[in-house]
């Protein structure tokens, strides 16, 4: 993986000079690295001790965009599941890959008005990263639900018969309909209990019609039986 700087270079005479002499330095003569210009519209510095009262905000304001950042990066790579060597692809900043972005970055003038105090800019992009930190949570905490639900309808249709949805397992051919005497029940048994059930089910109730059970489905576990029996009459 490519390793990005962000330096500042001693100053010359004039910045092209300066840029001059770092590209002779490093990459003509030594082969030490690819340089290119990281555009900074002059800002509006105001005082030294604006400056120095911005310096410790400025740091913690540094340390939570990369936090968020990283946020945003480690959970991309959760949604992409078996797809993450994929994420570098996904990482997106202004719609660039994130070398294009950073190689050919042009500051945003509407976003970050340059005549704005040091101060300002710093805030709009705090508040603007705290909104995205609240985005993350609200659309990570809906996307989490969602694949909780994802989980549970492939649960119902692939796990156990004792949780799956039995609705694809039956069909019209395994239940007694319309009848005014008869009803049809669904049954699971565990799989070691199939001997017993096919022995002992006549007489869990004299309501039950004898030879009436069938085996509709199975997995590893359990057997999904039928079993008919006789409707109580009233009166």
Not at 44 to 71: I, M, P, W, Y
Request: aromatic share 8%; with cysteine.
């Amino acid at each position: 993986m490519t390793e990005y700087w962000l330096i500042s270079a001693p100053g010359d005479k004039t910045c092209q000079q300066t840029w001059e002499t770092m590209n002779n330095v490093t990459s003509k003569q030594n082969n030490l690295s690819v340089n290119y210009k990281f555009h900074i519209p002059d800002l509006k510095v105001g005082t030294l001790d604006q400056l120095v009262g911005l310096s410790d905000d400025l740091g913690k304001l540094d340390n939570f965009v990369e936090q968020v950042t990283r946020k945003v990066a480690v959970y991309l790579g959760e949604v992409l599941e078996d797809q993450r060597d994929k994420l570098h692809e996904n990482l997106l900043a202004n719609n660039s890959d994130l070398p294009a972005y950073i190689t050919r970055f042009q500051w945003d003038m509407a976003k970050y008005p340059i005549k704005q105090s040091l101060r300002n800019i710093a805030d709009i992009i705090s508040k603007q990263v705290a909104q995205i930190d609240a985005d993350l949570k609200t659309k990570s905490t809906a996307y989490n639900n969602l694949k909780g639900n994802l989980q549970n309808l492939e649960k119902k249709q692939t796990g156990s018969l004792l949780t799956r949805n039995l609705a694809d397992l039956v069909k019209k051919e395994h239940f007694i309909l319309d009848s005014e005497y008869l009803t049809t029940l669904l049954v699971i048994v565990p799989k070691p209990s199939f001997t017993d059930w096919y022995q002992g089910y006549e007489k869990l109730t004299d309501m039950i019609v004898p030879r009436s059970t069938q085996l509709v489905s199975q997995d590893s576990d359990y057997g999904l039986f039928t079993i008919t029996l006789f409707k109580k009459r009233s009166g």
